[in-house]
Every structure is written in C-alpha cells, then in structure tokens.
C-alpha cells in the first residue's frame, strides 16, 4: 500500500523540484506538529498567512458559529451577507477615507487581476507600469506584472503593454505617460528579500501617477494585516495608493483577499460592461466570519504595537559574521548568506531542529522569517538560537569539504 507521502507525489500536482513534506496533524498558535508528533515552530506562517497563528481560539469561534448559519448562498454581490459587510465596514474605519469601498476576491491573484481590470477600465488606457523582481500572483495577467523574465517566458504571450522597471530606482519613473493607466508595485517588495524602497521613490511615483492620471497600485498582500508594524505597510511609509490590495492573512487562515479603492473608482465596474468583475465565491461567508474575527483579534489584544519591538529583538539575536544582512519592514524578515547554497543547508539545519523557514523566490540566497505575530519574545530567542546552530552547523560542513 502507498504512503500518503507517495500519494501525495503522484496523485497531487507538483510544480516544486523539492516539497517540504512535512505532514501535519496538527496547529497551534506558532507551532506545526507532524504525524510523528514533533512539534515545529512556525517562522513563516504559511507565508505570511498566520498573522495570529494557527487557529486562533476567536476565529476559530467565528467559523463555527458561521458554520451553524450560512455557507454559500449566492455569487458575489448580490446577497447582503453579514459578516461580508461587517469585515468591509471595520476594514474601512482603518483605511484613509478614499479607500472606502472593497471588493472581496478568494487570492492575492485575484485581487491583482481585479485592480488591473480597474485601472484599465477607469482610466481608459491599457499600459501598465510594474518592477522588476515583484511577485503579484500566478494567474496570466498577474503573471505578466511578474519581475522575472524566467518565470514569464514559458507562458507567453502574455498582456501587452506592461513595462518593467527598477525598483527603487527613481530615474526609470519618465517612463509613466499619459498613455499609462496604472503603477502596480509592493510598497515593500517581499520576493526580492524584502527591499523597502526610498520615500523620496514612492513620491516621485505618486507625483507622477497624478501628472498622468495614472491609478497607483499597492500590493500588500505579503506586508498587510499588521505584518509591517502598522495595519498596511503604506501607513507607515506615509504615501497612500488608488487601491490596495490585500490577501494573505486577510482570511484568517480562509482564502480571502480583496482589491479596495474609492466609490467613485470602483463604480466604473457597474456598467459598460455591467458585473464588469464576476466571482462566484469571493467574500465567501465563511472566509469572511474568519477575517472579522481575525481583524478584531488583531486589533483589540495589540499585536501591531509589539511588532516593533520584536522585530528588534530577532535583530539583536541574529548577529553571526555569516549573515551579511538583516533586512526587515516589521516581522517581514530577510537573512542574507553569501549563496543559495550555504542558505539552503542552514534552512535544511532549521528544519532537522525543528523550525520551519523558506528562502524567498528572488532571492535565494536569503532565509525567511515572517513568523505569526503572536510569538512570544522567550520563542524569539529559541528560533535564533536555532538558525545560528543551523548556520554553525552549514558552516562546519563546508569547511570540511
Ligand atoms: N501578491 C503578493 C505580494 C504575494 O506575495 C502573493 C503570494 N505570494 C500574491 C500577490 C498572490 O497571492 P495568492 O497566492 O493568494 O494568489
């Protein structure tokens, strides 16, 4: 008889070279426990995922009780679903006014594919403006925002009229034209090994998109629901987005995400064409009771306010004449190592002692932390004191070979 583990590789589709297999059984809080029943601290969430940790008691509450009620009753739109609205309305008290009216997707790729349909559709232009090194979703026209020539080129052709530039690099902004509809980028680019941009970029963009009546675009899928130290990165960073978008850890653990811009915006999708943006179970019930719940926790038992604090602390901790760099924008965090190689080992280290960590797709040769934000400043020093084991381990082994 076939293991789940063989199952799994034949009979669920694979498009990674090497699957972490781990097989949970379990969540808690910061922790994954396997079948074995080894416990794993969590430093990656899910990417980005478990803002609160896994099942956290209020949303879990929240599921069930929406369980007791309503699951799926009709497609997007139509339905005043309870906690849809209620998730909209405590959403939109912590967004500047002009962010006032949302649209709930079930991914981050959807909300890009819906903001992008909205810029077209608003302005009237097609041409979008996007960087190098970001990731916006998998779906084809998200795919065509992609920074990465490699990942694009297998799946061509793609949109037409996306321009690539530099992040962070300011000269490259003449290229926004009266011909470009709009500017999509995250305000902390996560995939490259979370680069936060200069302000004097973000506002030269945001001067040029209003010369050129060009939308601009956030993606804080990644960098949204506290992450950064504030709600959304672009809070903290003080220059405010046309829409933003957000995904991740929006649901609670639920896929949810969603595109959000002003009435005035987002009413362009009511006619020519009308439904002009369509999803059958976007702002899913379910997925929404969770995000209520996990947007109320978050808020009223103060883990924005910590994430500072502990974002300080991993940087204390994680001092190692092999970490070149720590770059961080709250607890978004990248180690960088001098190669994908020597990363790769201690990420190997970390997961035979029992802690979960990734490296980031742009950027292979940096360690991911992004842990929920619930973890405790006693698990803070076990999860550094676990990677810099790791790394003396990596380092050993290469100075043996
Ligand atoms: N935008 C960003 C910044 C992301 O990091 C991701 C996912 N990693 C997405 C969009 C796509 O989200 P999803 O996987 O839910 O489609």
Not at 91 to 111: K, M, R, V, W
Not at 121 to 126: E, H, L, N
Not at 202 to 213: G, S
Not at 333 to 357: D, G, H, Q
Request: glycine letters at 6%.
């Amino acid at each position: 008889m076939l293991t789940e583990r063989q199952l799994f590789l034949n009979l669920i589709a694979q498009t990674s070279t090497a699957p972490m297999l781990l097989e949970p059984e379990y969540a808690e809080g910061v922790y994954v426990y396997d079948k074995k029943g080894i416990r794993y601290l969590d430093l990656i969430a899910g990417i980005s995922v478990g803002n609160l940790g896994h099942r956290h008691p209020k949303v879990v509450d929240a599921i069930k009780k929406q369980v007791d009620k309503y699951l799926h009753l009709m497609v997007y739109g139509e339905y005043v679903q309870s906690p849809q609205v209620q998730l909209a309305q405590l959403l939109s008290h912590h967004l500047p006014p002009h962010l006032n009216s949302i649209y709930f997707t079930n991914s981050g790729a959807e909300a890009t594919e819906g903001a992008m349909k909205l810029a077209k559709r608003y302005t009237g232009k097609f041409e979008i403006v996007c960087f190098n090194k970001s990731y916006h979703g998998s779906t084809q026209g998200a795919l065509s925002l992609m920074g990465d020539e490699y990942f694009r080129n297998s799946f061509r052709p793609l949109l037409p009229g996306i321009i690539h530039l530099d992040y962070n690099d300011i000269h490259s902004l003449d290229v926004i034209s009266d011909k470009t509809a709009c500017v999509i980028l995250e305000p902390i680019q996560a995939e490259s090994g979370v680069v936060v941009p200069d302000l004097s970029f973000l506002i030269q963009l945001q001067r040029q998109c209003e010369t050129h009546k060009a939308l601009l675009i956030f993606d804080e899928a990644q960098t949204g629901m506290g992450r950064s130290g504030e709600l959304f990165a672009f809070q903290k960073l003080g220059v405010t987005p046309d829409i933003l978008l957000t995904a991740k850890a929006l649901g609670g653990g639920l896929p949810l995400g969603a595109f959000i811009s002003s009435n005035e915006i987002m009413s362009s999708l009511t006619h020519e064409p009308v439904l002009g943006h369509l999803t059958t179970f976007g702002g899913n019930p379910l997925s929404c009771a969770a995000g209520l719940a996990a947007l109320q926790a978050l808020l009223e038992e103060g883990w924005i306010k910590q994430v500072e604090k502990k974002e300080k602390l991993f940087h204390k901790l994680l001092k190692h004449p092999r970490v070149k760099m720590v770059r961080s924008c709250g607890l978004l965090m990248a180690l960088e190592f001098e190669s994908e190689a020597f990363n790769k080992r201690v990420i190997e280290e970390c997961w035979k002692l029992e802690l979960i960590t990734d490296w980031f797709l742009f950027a292979p040769n940096y360690l991911r932390i992004a842990p929920p934000l619930i973890i405790t400043e006693d698990e803070i020093e076990i999860a550094c004191s676990i990677i810099i084991q790791a790394i003396e381990k990596a380092t050993l082994e290469i100075k043996s070979i």
